[in-house]
């Protein structure tokens, strides 16, 4: 880590800033969005209504429906449901599978373990995502799941990367030095002293890799690959949008405005919660 | 940050080849003279193989039939029985013999003549080699003869009206003896192209055979562009990528070709059914009550509304317009959600739709579902890879509850006569009156192919949502597009470009 830059003093002792208050905004109004779908939508998602094809925003349907008939706001609302899940699921199945990589790579830096983990994250790393998800769509079938194995599996080495770097960080740390030196093992060492002082980094990885598993959840919907129809999705409610981009174009708009928002907001709650959890991380190293 | 930055690029990229798709190659070189020396046609569903002995699906005679193969007889754009191969045929009295006197100076593009002994060789193979499905069609065929080098005699077990027809069909196609080792890959035929260059998930192109027996086609090259995207082969058409769209697959997007003096589009009626297709050997759909829910859960004019923009023919049975003995069935189940649940008597089932990831199945199977699940069925929808995946799970397994395709190939109801067929259709009433119209008199055919139809959609053996039209848009200035698709290919003798 670079360490807690203090910006303009904005930063200075953890307070709020404008960062992470407008990606907290923006990431709340889609997990809003997420939830209330669960509860409520105006107009039932997948409903076909032919009496209502391209129905003009308006009466009850604030931004029209699509060329079956389908509310695009409800659609939206479950589409955010789609988008949050995938993303949950793939930083989960990431930073499971990542953290834990790391942090062994980390604390044995001279072994050949460490050399090998850090080698085959090297290979993933170097597999395109979205092509291994098409991989994958191509032979289990299209689906969500599918897509978010995939996505998973692609982001692992990040988190892997990181928990190393702040790993190898802490281990010099003189708290970790006395820990040793009294005994302690390492599995102990790994969950008393090191998850503590690598998690406000990974929660930064995390956010930015959200960030990263909604644009390619879109991609993939968009390509065929991802959610199944008709289960709304962001990225397939742009693909079905294409043939109509001429004539009714906002069909496209909604989805690309609600995926822009999402992939900003978890980004700027990114960079807002790095310089929100930095000088703490100082903090506590100095008084560690 | 930057990682996302490559996302986008990535993501961006994979948009930017898709609509390219149609750029390169293609687009029609003009020589000097101003005539153009080649045409380039969009087309979906790439074929697996050139082998459309031994490979489903419609796309493999769509590009070869007519123009690389030829049989012996051809169906003209009325629908009528012309000849091709053979000059003149002659049925004997009691209809079990024809004789067919072949076109002399005929040959193969392998530089073999066209003989008797090809035909022979070919009407056996279908019976020896072939693994289509629709071989059966053929089965009244007892024994083919050589009587001379050009005239072959064709004798059957019963008399058959299908015959004639069949062979006017890719079952008809003529093989030469010493051509067809490698027919997945260089297919040898006697038509006026030749296998040009295939360029596997790309384009098809064909060159016009230089020893052709007869009129020279008037493009010296036509080159068939596969799209996996409808958009991309609309924006090729656009780019002047293409400058013909054999099918169009987003029909929504009509409007972006309404300038007349750019565009032309063409809108007839295909051999096409849309067909919902019930597993009816597999619980629910075994059982014919919750079949006909089925049918009445759909309103199929708000279907054809939605999924295909309304363009299209609802038919409610397997028998398109085109064909002399059809019959407006639509009005045996008629929408009415009310009867469906009665029929269901208040049960709800839940079943898988594995349908091809084409664009009429996705759409159609997103109202279908929506409509279902209005009556208490819950389908969950399942897009499959097309041609691959679909085939072998859907086709050749049975393995699925509901599917969606477009059944392609002409006067195809015989289809339903076959047991292991994956619609699993078992109503040897259905068989008997298929057999009674092909060995009767033409009155009787269809007198005979009514009932059937009237039977399968009473039966509900299946449900047909709509028929598939035929809508070509092309650039101004093409001329020879057939307005009613109603044989298997598509046939670029005509084709021409100013």
């Known amino acids: 880590m670079k360490g807690g830059q203090v910006k303009g003093g904005r930063t200075r002792g953890g307070r709020l800033n404008a960062g992470l208050l407008a990606g907290g905004t923006l990431v709340g109004l889609v997990v809003l969005a997420a939830l209330v779908s669960f509860f409520w939508t105006p107009h039932d998602p997948t409903l076909v209504d032919a009496a209502g094809k391209l129905r003009e925003p308006g009466g009850g349907y604030p931004l029209g429906a699509d060329k079956f008939g389908r509310d695009t706001f409800s659609q939206l609302m479950v589409g955010a449901r789609t988008t949050l899940y995938v993303g949950v699921v793939a930083v989960g199945i990431a930073a499971l599978a990542g953290v834990p990589l790391g942090v062994v790579a980390g604390m044995t830096p001279r072994g050949w373990l460490s050399e090998l983990i850090m080698r085959v994250n090297d290979l993933v790393f170097a597999f395109p995502a979205l092509l291994l998800a098409v991989m994958l769509g191509a032979v289990y079938g299209p689906g969500t799941l599918t897509a978010m194995i995939a996505i998973g599996v692609a982001t692992v080495p990040a988190f892997a990367r990181v928990a190393r770097a702040a790993t190898l960080q802490v281990m010099v740390t003189d708290y970790v030095l006395a820990a040793r030196a009294a005994g302690r093992g390492r599995p102990a060492i790994a969950v008393r002293h090191v998850l503590p002082n690598i998690g406000s980094v990974l929660i930064v990885q995390a956010s930015v890799s959200f960030a990263i598993a909604i644009l390619a959840e879109a991609a993939l919907s968009f390509l065929g690959f991802g959610t199944r129809p008709p289960t709304p999705s962001w990225g397939r409610m742009l693909q079905e949008s294409q043939e109509l981009l001429f004539s009714t174009p906002r069909l496209a708009l909604w989805p690309g405005i609600a995926v822009a928002v999402a992939v900003l907001g978890f980004n700027l709650l990114g960079d807002g919660l790095r310089d929100y959890l930095d000088p703490k991380l100082r903090r506590i190293r100095a008084e560690g | ?498």
Request: include cysteine; glycine fraction near 8%; proline fraction near 6%.
């Open chain 2, 1 to 498: 940050m930057r990682r996302i930055g490559i996302w986008i690029a990535a993501g961006g990229l994979l948009l930017a080849t898709a609509a390219c798709g149609g750029g390169g190659g293609g687009g029609g070189g003009t020589a000097a003279t101003g005539r153009a020396q080649s045409l380039s046609v969009g087309a979906v569903a790439e074929p697996a193989n050139l082998d459309f002995t031994s490979t489903e699906g419609a796309a493999i005679p769509q590009a070869l039939l007519v123009n690389v193969y030829e049989g012996l007889v051809k169906l003209d754009q009325d629908g009528k029985i012309a000849p091709l191969l053979a000059e003149k045929w002659d049925v004997s009295d009691d209809r079990r013999t024809y004789t067919f006197t072949l076109r002399d100076n005929v040959t193969f593009s392998s530089g073999a003549p066209f003989t008797a002994d090809d035909v022979v060789f070919s009407l056996d193979r279908v019976r020896s080699d072939w693994k289509l499905k629709i071989k059966t069609q053929l089965d009244a065929v007892e024994k083919t003869e050589k009587k001379d080098d050009s005239t072959v005699v064709v004798t059957l077990k019963r008399p058959s009206n299908g015959f004639l027809y069949s062979m006017a069909t890719r079952l008809g196609a003529m093989f030469s003896r010493t051509g067809v080792a490698d027919l997945a890959n260089k297919p040898v035929g006697t038509g006026p192209y030749v296998l040009g260059a295939w360029r596997r998930g790309d384009s098809l192109r064909l060159d016009a055979n230089p020893s052709y027996w007869g009129a020279k086609p008037p493009m010296p090259s036509v080159t068939l562009k596969y799209f996996k995207d409808a958009t991309a082969m609309n924006n090729a058409l656009l780019t002047g990528g293409i400058d013909v769209i054999s099918s169009v697959q987003a029909p929504e997007s009509l409007q972006q070709f309404a300038d007349p003096a750019r565009f032309e589009t063409v809108e007839g009626s295909t051999n096409g059914e849309v067909v919902l297709s019930m597993n009816n050997s597999r619980p629910p759909f075994d059982d014919k009550k919750v079949r006909q829910a089925v049918r009445h859960a759909i309103d199929h004019k708000a279907l054809l509304d939605t999924a295909w923009a309304g363009r299209g023919q609802l038919i409610g049975s397997m028998t398109p317009p085109t064909d002399p003995w059809y019959e407006d069935r639509t009005g045996d189940y008629p929408y009415d959600p009310a009867k469906a649940r009665e029929l269901l008597g208040g049960k709800t089932y839940e079943v898988t739709m594995r349908i091809p990831n084409l664009p009429y199945a996705v759409n159609s199977a997103q109202v279908v579902k929506s409509q279902l699940a209005q009556v208490g069925i819950t389908a969950e929808i399942e897009p499959l890879e097309f041609p691959a995946r679909w085939l072998d799970q859907v086709f050749t397994k049975a393995d699925y509850h509901l599917s969606i395709i477009n059944h392609v190939e002409p006067r195809d109801m015989g289809i339903f006569a076959d047991k292991s067929y994956y619609f699993r259709y078992d109503n040897p009433e259905f068989g008997k009156l298929l057999a009674s119209a092909d060995a009767g008199t033409e009155q009787e055919q269809a007198d005979d192919l009514k009932q059937a139809a009237k039977l399968l959609s009473e039966d509900a053996a299946a449900d047909w949502l709509f028929l598939f039209p035929n809508l070509i848009v092309a650039k101004k200035g093409v001329t020879g597009l057939p307005k009613n698709a109603i044989a298997e290919s598509f046939d670029f003798t005509a084709l021409a470009k100013r």
